[in-house]
């Protein structure tokens, strides 16, 4: 268990960027509305600036303040890592479309969109978004398995409705990409009815495409549930070997051994609750060998 937990000085400047990034979000949506941009344009705009260079310092911190402790890996190839790793890339549009701006370019929807990326950032300091990457790490195969299977009745679906429906309404199914919308809706259960079939062959089998498409959505929700219960499975039990290994130590829990369990605890991301009850249950087992 290398990871240190943040120190209270890391901890106050992380709330300080959750505000920062939370409050910046919240202002960019707010510019459009076209009654709050007016009123409070010099507002928002001094909230952008302040944030976007609060973000590029961040960055820069990051970029240079990375230091390889391992003998194998260079300072610059962890910088490297950094630039092209998916939150460096979000780190690095949370300030650039603002210094774009600054130095001419109009502000469009598309930047903006690229400035609100900066939500991402707020996955770096909750452990339920690690327990999620964790999780989706563990299962990539089997949700590997479960897009393609999707895919694979979406052709399918795509094809059959087209083949039922492309010579009553060759608007909506004159091809097998325009029949694709309606796989898509109609396999993820969303329903718009916008387009839907109308000869009997076409209902039957949007019947049966229907009835598959509640199974393929629940199949990657299954998944990652059941992901998500293995992993909290094996912290607690990572939790649990720390803790015997240090009450075998000198057979009991020092306040430094408390420390080190509660670093432990937060790295792991179990509730004071759950590490509480754990510890207790160890105790127990160990007095009733005693």
């Given at each position: 268990?290398?990871?240190k937990?943040?120190s209270t000085?890391?901890?106050i400047?992380?709330?300080i960027?959750?505000i920062?990034?939370?409050?910046s979000?919240?202002c960019l949506v707010?510019?459009?509305?076209?009654?709050?941009?007016?009123?409070?344009?010099?507002l928002f705009w001094?909230i952008?600036?302040i944030?976007?260079?609060?973000?590029?310092?961040?960055y820069l911190?990051r970029?240079f303040g990375?230091k390889?402790?391992?003998?194998f890996?260079?300072?610059i190839?962890?910088r490297?890592r950094?630039?092209?790793?998916?939150?460096?890339?979000?780190?690095?549009?949370?300030?650039?479309?603002f210094?774009?701006?600054?130095f001419?370019?109009s502000?469009t929807p598309?930047?903006?969109?690229l400035?609100l990326?900066?939500?991402f950032?707020l996955?770096?300091?909750?452990?339920?978004?690690?327990l999620l990457?964790?999780?989706?790490?563990?299962?990539?195969?089997?949700l590997m398995v479960?897009?393609?299977l999707?895919?694979?009745?979406l052709?399918?679906a795509s094809?059959?409705?087209?083949i039922?429906?492309?010579?009553?309404?060759?608007?909506?199914?004159?091809?097998?990409?325009?029949?694709m919308?309606?796989?898509i809706v109609?396999?993820t259960?969303v329903g718009y009815g916008d387009v839907?079939?109308?000869t009997?062959?076409?209902?039957?089998f949007?019947?049966f495409i229907t009835?598959?498409?509640?199974g393929?959505?629940?199949?990657?929700a299954?998944?990652i549930?059941?992901g998500?219960?293995?992993?909290l499975?094996?912290?607690r039990e990572?939790?649990?070997?720390?803790?015997?290994t240090?009450?075998?130590?000198?057979?009991?829990l020092?306040?430094k051994?408390?420390?080190?369990?509660?670093e432990d605890?937060?790295?792991?991301?179990?509730t004071?609750d759950n590490?509480r009850?754990?510890i207790?249950?160890?105790?127990?087992?160990?007095?009733r060998?005693?």
């Amino acid at each position: 268990m290398a990871m240190k937990s943040p120190s209270t000085f890391q901890k106050i400047i992380n709330i300080i960027l959750i505000i920062v990034i939370i409050s910046s979000s919240i202002c960019l949506v707010f510019t459009t509305e076209p009654s709050l941009a007016q009123r409070f344009s010099a507002l928002f705009w001094y909230i952008e600036a302040i944030s976007s260079f609060i973000f590029f310092f961040e960055y820069l911190v990051r970029l240079f303040g990375t230091k390889s402790s391992h003998p194998f890996t260079s300072t610059i190839e962890l910088r490297i890592r950094y630039l092209l790793s998916p939150l460096g890339i979000v780190d690095l549009f949370s300030f650039l479309p603002f210094f774009l701006v600054l130095f001419g370019w109009s502000q469009t929807p598309q930047l903006m969109l690229l400035q609100l990326l900066r939500l991402f950032k707020l996955t770096r300091y909750s452990m339920a978004f690690h327990l999620l990457a964790d999780v989706l790490r563990d299962e990539a195969e089997s949700l590997m398995v479960s897009v393609v299977l999707m895919f694979i009745i979406l052709i399918f679906a795509s094809v059959g409705i087209y083949i039922f429906e492309h010579d009553v309404q060759p608007e909506a199914f004159g091809s097998i990409p325009k029949a694709m919308w309606w796989a898509i809706v109609t396999l993820t259960t969303v329903g718009y009815g916008d387009v839907t079939p109308v000869t009997v062959q076409g209902k039957v089998f949007a019947t049966f495409i229907t009835i598959a498409g509640v199974g393929l959505v629940s199949l990657p929700a299954g998944i990652i549930a059941s992901g998500f219960t293995e992993q909290l499975r094996l912290r607690r039990e990572r939790f649990q070997m720390e803790v015997e290994t240090l009450i075998k130590r000198d057979g009991r829990l020092s306040a430094k051994d408390m420390e080190q369990l509660e670093e432990d605890r937060q790295e792991l991301g179990l509730t004071r609750d759950n590490a509480r009850l754990i510890i207790d249950q160890v105790e127990k087992k160990e007095a009733r060998k005693a």
